[in-house]
């Protein structure tokens, strides 16, 4: 499936992603078609919105606005994956 990312997504998954599943990243990466374009297969797609999931409950649904912008960034990279 072709999904976009804009580019505070990508930068988002690039410093947290990496930092916590390195070789999802690395799918991610090799997906790349063009700036912002992914290529993904089913089961990535998957398992990165399950891991935006779990973080999304790490952060929290209450708290300063650094949390809400996150928690959104979050919302916003899930949404791209399946709609």
Same mark, same amino acid.
């Given at each position: 499936?072709? $999904?976009?990312? =804009? =580019?505070?997504?990508? /930068?988002?998954?690039?410093?947290?992603?990496?930092?916590?599943?390195?070789?999802?990243?690395? =799918?991610?990466?090799?997906? &790349?078609?063009?700036?912002? *374009?992914?290529?993904? /297969?089913?089961? $990535?797609?998957?398992? $990165?919105?399950?891991?935006?999931?779990? =973080?999304? &409950?790490? *952060?929290?649904?209450?708290?300063?606005?650094?949390? +809400?912008?996150?928690?959104?960034?979050?919302?916003? $990279? +899930?949404?791209?994956?399946?709609?």
């Amino acid at each position: 499936m072709k $999904i976009h990312l =804009k =580019k505070y997504q990508f /930068e988002y998954l690039e410093k947290h992603l990496s930092e916590e599943a390195p070789g999802l990243f690395m =799918k991610l990466l090799s997906s &790349q078609i063009n700036s912002g *374009v992914f290529d993904l /297969e089913d089961d $990535i797609a998957d398992s $990165i919105s399950d891991w935006a999931g779990e =973080k999304m &409950q790490r *952060v929290g649904f209450e708290g300063d606005d650094d949390l +809400i912008q996150e928690r959104d960034t979050l919302y916003a $990279i +899930i949404d791209n994956l399946y709609f």
